[in-house]
């Protein structure tokens, strides 16, 4: 369980990156969020297209009769919730992206990342039969007062209490949570590269029309290389890489621990922008840092003793 819980906290330290890029890349170009979020599952979907047919004769060559090694062999029991996974990505996709941009990221980041293991401990028990214990609970609650901290370090940025992007930020939160519980349901049966290629295919598939109905790829001509070059990056790194990471962590990891252990994102968020933007973060901001971490490594090391994570011996090449 160890090995997959340091494959989500790498998956969460990729997914850092994207706001660093995005953040030049928004500051040099009339590039829109929500085609940036298109782009970045376009880019990635070829390196899941190769990486799956690879995958997929490994597991053939292994065994001819192996459960998910072909897309013709998955049923409508086994494609149903990997849809759901590329629906509840387009959908936090958008919702977060507007809840930053209609209350401030310091308070759609709380709201979105610190509400999800919330809810993924009330409902893993029901829906996935996983019953923290009381070190994971304390776990949680640490690890959201860490979040808090880190995220509201900075009262100047954290931005404005607007309903409207609350609630943007709520939703986000929901679809989050959904996100989590359905992708350790859907990967103890299906191989990893598979689950990511119909997860984000279909993301791109709800994205594609928003995008051209809402002119999101107008003056995208006007990219120069470079430009390109940080879409690129987002969509093979934080992308491609981060979430096969976070899909191959989950085979193994409870969804309570890992929602928890996803809170380290806005930790290592911070840590890109002190090192990178020379951003200051501020004493709260650091205390919430290590409170954040302890409780993390708390959770990781002892949390998931008692959880009643289902056992899976599926084999995958990540």
């Known amino acids: 369980m160890i090995r997959g819980a340091l494959l989500i906290a790498l998956a969460a330290l990729l997914w850092a990156t994207t706001g660093i890029v995005a953040k030049s890349l928004f500051t040099g170009t009339e590039l829109q969020a929500i085609t940036l979020a298109f782009l970045r599952l376009a880019t990635a979907l070829p390196f899941f297209w190769l990486l799956m047919r690879r995958e997929q004769q490994q597991l053939r060559n ?32 958008g919702s977060y992206l507007l809840a930053v941009d ?102 791109a598939l709800i994205l594609l029309p928003v995008v051209v109905l809402s002119g999101g790829f107008e003056g995208i001509q006007e990219l120069e290389l470079r430009h390109w070059l940080m879409v690129a990056f987002i969509g093979i790194v934080p992308t491609c890489i981060g979430y096969v990471c976070f899909f191959a962590g989950m085979k193994t990891t409870p969804a309570t621990l890992s929602s928890i252990i996803v809170t380290l994102e806005p930790l290592f968020v911070a840590l890109l922008a002190w090192i990178i933007l020379e951003e200051v973060l501020g004493p709260i901001g650091i205390a919430g840092a290590l409170i954040l971490t302890a409780a993390v490594i708390v959770a990781s090391l002892y949390g998931g003793k008692s959880g009643a994570a289902p056992k899976d011996d599926t084999q995958t090449s990540a």
């Open 62 to 93: 292994a065994d001819a009769n192996a459960p998910g090694s072909s897309l013709r062999q998955l049923n409508l029991r086994s494609l149903v919730p990997l849809a759901a996974l590329g629906l509840f990505q387009a959908i936090y996709q």
């Open 102 to 203: 209609l209350t401030g990221a310091g308070i759609a980041t709380l709201i979105a990342l610190c509400l999800p293991p919330v809810l993924v401990v009330i409902l893993a028990a029901p829906l996935l039969g996983e019953k923290p214990g009381l070190v994971t609970i304390m776990a949680l609650i640490t690890a959201v007062i860490g979040t808090t901290m880190l995220v509201l370090s900075d009262m100047d940025t954290s931005g404005t209490l607007r309903l409207a992007g609350i609630l943007m930020a709520l939703l986000a939160a929901l679809v989050y949570t959904g996100f989590t519980l359905t992708s350790r349901y859907s990967s103890t049966g299906t191989s990893v590269f598979t689950t990511a290629f119909i997860c984000f295919f279909t993301a």
